[in-house]
T-cell receptor
Framework: NAGVTQTPKFRVLKTGQSMTLLCAQDMNHEYMYWYRQDPGMGLRLIHYSVGEGTTAKGEVPDGYNVSRLKKQNFLLGLESAAPSQTSVYFC??????????????FGPGTRLTVT | AQSVTQLGSHVSVSEGALVLLRCNYSSSVPPYLFWYVQYPNQGLQLLLKYTTGATLVKGINGFEAEFKKSETSFHLTKPSAHMSDAAEYFCAVSDSNFGNEKLTFGTGTRLTITP
């Protein structure tokens, strides 16, 4: 199992450009998440999905869109990048279960710089 | 709403000394509590978790944490620090209500180990 993978690992954008970050998981998890990590602020939830075809806003959704067309993939889009979106982006997934044993599995991250 | 406070953004200990990383939470319902570790340029990985049952939880790499409801705390400890413990540590809380699997992270504590 590859677990959670993210593409690309690094990217530099100019202000106003668009891009899509891809997250893929091979664990058949129902839930998927996108976070951003900024110094001194921990991880903040951007958007999440509880299943194929469904998405929901997290704590900091502005400027981002997401899609979950397939259960194993979760895409994060930036339509018009801004310097404030310079960050490290992490994708995570977890399994839906009544047992209180779930945990989130994280990808290696994408480092995005917007100039 | 849930929240997590990690006291001390940077902690430095000598190799072989006790490691103590502090985490206090706020939750209106019984919480699930987690500690994640992030090594440089990597994603987060689960160190340990508390859901129900025994309040002293043991994790990987010799770490443990104790859930103290009266103090709303979940501090992370390790009796003897090793150089390989140098990393950033995140405390996180989740609502134990069924179906709510969003995590709220603290701002992180960077642990430095000195020889």
């Amino acid at each position: 199992n590859a677990g959670v993978t993210q593409t690309p690992k690094f990217r530099v954008l100019k202000t106003g450009q668009s891009m899509t970050l891809l997250c893929a998981q091979d664990m058949n998890h129902e839930y998927m998440y996108w976070y951003r990590q900024d110094p001194g602020m921990g991880l903040r939830l951007i958007h999440y999905s509880v299943g194929e075809g469904t998405t929901a806003k997290g704590e900091v959704p502005d400027g981002y869109n997401v899609s979950r067309l397939k259960k194993q993939n979760f895409l994060l889009g930036l339509e018009s990048a801004a310097p404030s979106q310079t960050s490290v982006y992490f994708c995570a997934s977890s399994s839906f279960s009544r047992q209180p044993l779930y945990e989130q599995y994280f990808g290696p991250g994408t480092r995005l710089t917007v100039t | 709403a849930q929240s997590v406070t990690q006291l001390g953004s940077h902690v430095s200990v000598s190799e072989g000394a006790l490691v103590l990383l502090r985490c206090n939470y706020s939750s209106s319902v019984p919480p699930y509590l987690f500690w994640y570790v992030q090594y440089p340029n990597q994603g987060l990985q689960l160190l340990l978790k508390y859901t129900t049952g025994a309040t002293l939880v043991k994790g990987i790499n010799g770490f443990e944490a104790e859930f103290k409801k009266s103090e709303t705390s979940f501090h992370l400890t390790k009796p003897s620090a090793h150089m390989s413990d140098a990393a950033e540590y995140f405390c996180a809380v989740s609502d134990s209500n069924f179906g709510n699997e969003k995590l709220t992270f603290g701002t992180g504590t960077r642990l430095t180990i000195t020889p």
